[in-house]
């Protein structure tokens, strides 16, 4: 191929972008200030309301959040996700019951995401299952409705919905693999906070029967136990993604660190059946060196977590690990005495559903039936009050509570996004690859733990989480059915 001389040669400089300075590099736009200058206006005006507390200053709060949510949606998830941890920590106090922080943040994030919507900047991604979802919370609402108390079942009703919207709002604020990754970072670094908090406050309370006093016990430890598993993944993922800062590493294996401490702080077996179902699915989905090499990083943690536990942590964790093992031990205390009165629930659900398959007992009301009663701390009144034990098992109080095809819906949509998430991460780059498999290795495990629990507080975080990694991880965003707010104009045909 001839070439031209290089006087015949047109050398056009670079066309710069309208967002260029005068050093070509891309200069701060509008919306980049804008966000940067959320965080300083939040602080200014949450010093006022709490400095002057009247109608003007928590007027101008509220017209700012509305503001900062219409422009920034995301802020306010990741703001729910973080405060979801402390549900009980209220901000203001409505007769027997409170307004938690989380329920604030969630509902600025709806209102932005529909005033986003309403001008074509938003759109309603439905996750996979979907229709096993709507049907689930209609039955769990249905069920509500012939609770002998109104007040308490429509009370957590509130929490549920608000939980199961979660599952949406996060499909909308995370679009693509970059806003995933950044949403990965984020739950690191809460999980380093509520896993670090846990650890110190857990060894400063170890005379306190419950530990870890999590946020003043506001997080009740069989939920904390099972949290353990999404963040021994989030650390693997840390720790094993390739051109990943060292910073993020280093977070990573601070976080495992946390975590082999944690565990034994809990000595809760459904923790433990929870960490081991993950640890043996990502080692089955992702058989990769690195995840190996990870493996022996976590078993060389807690190797040395267990060397310098105090003595009274060693000998109620060993005797959590033993009760699991030998089920008809002949040693009377308080881990064969909870597993006899679980044997007791679990029939007396199965019981129940019998006699109620269809709608149940009624969103709950099982602690009014309960056979077994059990003294806990109430956190309104400050005191400690007899009340009745729930089923240890999520899916036969499912059933028991609002009946055999509210567990059917909930199962249906467990397996849509399981089998999507298994199909997905076959077909993707290397990074979503470990993602998903991470995801879904503690979503095994969050599932094994469903037998031993009556549910956990993060359980539609985690699915929530999961579902956004199987839609960004898709060839194309529009792969789950993406509904705009403003319906379509069809123009009609000649006929």
């Known amino acids: 191929m001839n070439r031209l001389p290089l006087s015949h040669r047109t050398l056009r400089p670079p066309i710069a972008s309208p967002e260029a300075g005068a050093s070509g590099l891309p200069r701060p736009t509008g919306e980049t200030l804008l966000r940067w200058s959320l965080v300083p206006l939040g602080l200014a005006i949450a010093g006022a309301v709490a400095l002057w507390?009247?109608?003007?200053?928590?007027?101008?709060?509220?017209?700012?959040?509305?503001?900062a949510a219409v422009r920034s949606p995301l802020v306010f998830v990741i703001l729910t996700i973080w405060t979801f941890?402390?549900?009980?920590?209220?901000?203001?106090?409505?007769?027997?019951?409170?307004v938690a922080p989380y329920v604030l943040f969630e509902s600025l994030a709806i209102v932005g995401l529909v005033a986003q919507g309403i001008q074509r900047k938003a759109k309603l991604v439905s996750p996979p299952g979907v229709v096993y979802l709507v049907v689930f919370a209609v039955l769990t609402s249905l069920s509500a409705l012939i609770s002998s108390n109104a007040v308490n079942a429509v009370s957590l009703l509130v929490r549920l919905w608000l939980a199961w919207i979660m599952v949406?709002?996060?499909?909308?604020?995370?679009?693509?693999q970059r806003q995933f990754r950044n949403l990965l970072a984020v739950l690191v670094f809460q999980a380093l906070v509520?896993?670090?908090?846990?650890?110190?406050?857990?060894?400063?309370?170890?005379?306190?029967?419950?530990?870890?006093?999590?946020?003043f016990l506001h997080f009740q430890k069989n939920d904390y136990a099972t949290y353990l598993s999404f963040a021994a993944a989030l650390a693997l993922i840390a720790m094993t993604t390739e051109h990943s800062s060292v910073w993020y590493k280093g977070a990573g294996v601070a976080l495992l660190i946390l975590v082999g401490i944690s565990w034994p702080l809990t000595y809760s077996r459904s923790g433990l059946m929870s960490l081991a179902a993950m640890l043996?699915?990502?080692?089955?989905?992702?058989?990769?060196?690195?995840?190996?090499r990870s493996f022996g990083v976590a078993l060389l943690v807690a190797a040395v977590a267990w060397v310098f536990l105090p003595s009274e942590v060693k000998t109620l964790s060993t005797r959590a690990f033993q009760s699991l093992l030998t089920?008809?031990?002949r040693e009377r205390d308080s881990f064969a005495q909870t597993y006899e009165d679980r044997i007791i629930l679990d029939w007396a659900a199965v019981d129940s559903i019998a006699e109620k398959p269809l709608l149940g007992l009624g969103l709950g009301e099982w602690q009014q039936v309960s056979p077994v009663q059990v003294s806990v701390w109430d956190l309104k009144r400050q005191e400690v009050v007899s009340?009745?034990?729930?089923?240890?098992?999520?899916?036969?109080?499912?059933?028991?509570?609002?009946?055999?095809?509210?567990l059917l819906a909930y199962g249906g949509f467990l397996v849509a996004l399981i089998r999507l998430a298994l199909q997905t991460r076959k077909g993707t780059d290397q990074h979503m690859r470990l993602a998903l498999n991470a995801l879904l290795a503690c979503t095994m495990g969050f599932l094994v733990s469903n037998l031993a629990v009556s549910g956990t507080l993060w359980e539609w975080n985690l699915l929530a989480v999961l579902a956004a990694?199987?839609?960004?991880?898709?060839?194309?965003?529009?792969?789950?059915?993406?509904?705009s707010w403003r319906p379509r104009v069809v123009t009609a045909r000649p006929g």
Do not use: K
């Open 85 to 98: 941890v402390a549900p009980t920590v209220y901000v203001f106090e409505i007769g027997s019951f409170g």
């Open 469 to 483: 990694a199987v839609h960004v991880a898709q060839p194309d965003a529009t792969a789950f059915p993406a509904r």
């Open 327 to 329: 089920f008809n031990d």
């Open 387 to 406: 009340v009745g034990a729930a089923v240890h098992n999520r899916y036969l109080l499912i059933a028991a509570e609002s009946g055999i095809f509210a």
């Open 168 to 176: 949406f709002l996060v499909l909308m604020v995370v679009p693509n």
């Open 280 to 292: 043996i699915a990502l080692a089955l989905l992702h058989r990769t060196a690195r995840v190996i």
């Open 194 to 215: 509520v896993v670090g908090v846990s650890v110190v406050s857990s060894l400063s309370n170890l005379d306190v029967p419950s530990f870890p006093s999590l946020l």
């Open 53 to 67: 507390p009247n109608v003007w200053t928590l007027g101008l709060a509220g017209i700012a959040c509305v503001w």
